[in-house]
């Protein structure tokens, strides 16, 4: 206790070197367990990028690549899903529901999604959270499309805006659909998943401004319009994949069986959630790199409280050789300086921890909306407490260095006057 308020006293009279040194390692503190919170806020709204879809169909490929074109948005299906095969699966007693996805064109670089209303109701993102619109509601015309937050933003679209889709992927198309142009009917919330960079547009639509293409462009000579079009029988004959809800999931292994055997064609049936792991452990070498950033910012602050007490040490002479002199023992000296240290260190430990809190406080809702990144405001879990604890134990560990340079000082030392 006595060594302690020794501590607590010397530093008083260093405040100023002190508060610098405390404010370096709560910055650190802040880095190291925001990092964190960045880091399990991606790594949950990757996990959550799809919620309750029980299984998502597609062409026979692998999972990942039928993860990446039906929900990501990223490369092409191998071939596409029959419409009658399609209704064949929706009729399986287990399934609740289907929603069909159909890909293939683009507008201005961002996809093209082809699907039902449904899509608006069914699907899922962070758990349970649905989509919503903030501008405008769902399609209702057979030229509406409903647009993402990214899209609306990047181009500056607004509800009743006119807008032109692009035949193939590319950001710049000279093969466009414009004899067929849609309206903006909506503009979704912000999500921090494809949805934000997605056109969406009803399957009937997707049919009728390919009713006069054959093989990637116009059929010589023949022009339909878009009001012939409207009285044109547009039930679609083929979509890129599927996403599937089940009336319990204990039939989850049954259906994906059922479907991966289906006869008619080769068709795969993939849960969401194992790819999603298996592609995060492909992506995920970001967390590895984020975990050492932060790791060298603490060890970057540790260091320079050890720099701080060593460079005060020489001025501080003439005080340990007072201590030794009025009857203090050399471990009374070596204990004073690694209190010293454990104190800076456990004040930084504390102001970093409060600091992380409040800019949780004040940036949560602007993270949320801009970048549709979710930082969740939560306890600190229990591998954040044993970091802070190892911290604090590292940090006394280092007060030892300049601990026991003052312990093999000699009394007479402290006490020559050096010119």
């Not at 919170?37 to 039928?66: C, E, H, M, P, Y």
């Not at 501080?316 to 203090?328: D, K, Y």
């Amino acid at each position: 206790m006595i060594v302690l308020r020794l501590a607590l006293q010397s530093l008083r009279n260093r405040w100023l070197t002190a508060a610098l040194t405390v404010f370096a390692i709560a910055i650190s503190i802040m880095l190291l367990l925001g990092v964190e919170k960045v880091r399990s806020g991606a790594r949950q709204s990757f996990a959550d990028t799809i919620s309750g879809t029980d299984l998502i169909v597609g062409a026979r490929s692998g999972n990942i690549q039928l993860l990446l074109y039906s929900v990501f948005r990223i490369g092409n299906a191998t071939n596409n899903i029959t419409w009658t095969s399609l209704q064949d699966i929706a009729a399986l007693p287990d399934i609740a529901w289907v929603v069909p996805l159909s890909l293939g064109d683009s507008h201005r670089g961002f996809r093209v999604l082809g699907t039902t209303t449904d899509y608006f109701r069914r699907y899922r993102y962070r758990q349970a959270r649905g989509l919503a619109f903030s501008a405008g509601g769902p399609f209702s015309d057979l030229f509406d499309a409903v647009i993402g937050a990214d899209v609306a933003a990047s181009l500056g679209y607004r509800v009743g805006d006119r807008i032109i889709v692009s035949h193939g992927l590319g950001a710049v198309s000279f093969i466009e659909h414009d004899d067929k142009p849609f309206r903006v009917a909506g503009v979704l919330e912000k999500t921090g998943t494809p949805v934000d960079r997605t056109v969406h547009v009803s399957l009937e639509a997707i049919e009728a401004i390919h009713v006069d293409w054959q093989s990637g462009g116009r059929i010589p000579g023949q022009s339909v319009s878009a009001d012939q079009v409207r009285t044109m029988d547009l039930k679609p004959k083929a979509v890129t994949a599927a996403l599937i809800g089940l009336k319990s999931r204990l039939a989850t292994f049954r259906v994906q069986r059922a479907i991966n055997e289906y006869k008619e064609e080769p068709l795969s049936a993939i849960l969401p959630g194992a790819a999603l792991q298996e592609l995060w452990g492909l992506v995920g070498t970001a967390e590895t790199a984020l975990k050492a950033v932060s790791a060298m910012v603490v060890a970057t602050a540790l260091l320079g409280m050890v720099t701080m007490i060593l460079t005060t040490l020489n001025e501080r002479r003439r005080e340990m050789a007072i201590l030794r002199s009025v009857g203090a023992r050399p471990r009374t000296v070596l204990g004073l300086l690694v209190a010293e240290a454990g104190v800076l260190v456990a004040a930084g430990i504390v102001i970093g921890f409060v600091l992380l809190y409040a800019a949780l406080l004040l940036l949560q809702p602007y993270v949320d909306a801009s970048y549709g990144l979710h930082l969740p405001i939560e306890p600190p879990k229990a591998g954040e407490l044993a970091t802070l604890g190892a911290i604090a134990v590292a940090g006394c560990l280092a007060g030892l260095l300049p601990a026991l340079r003052a312990y093999r000082l000699s009394l007479a030392d402290g006490m020559t006057v050096r010119a």
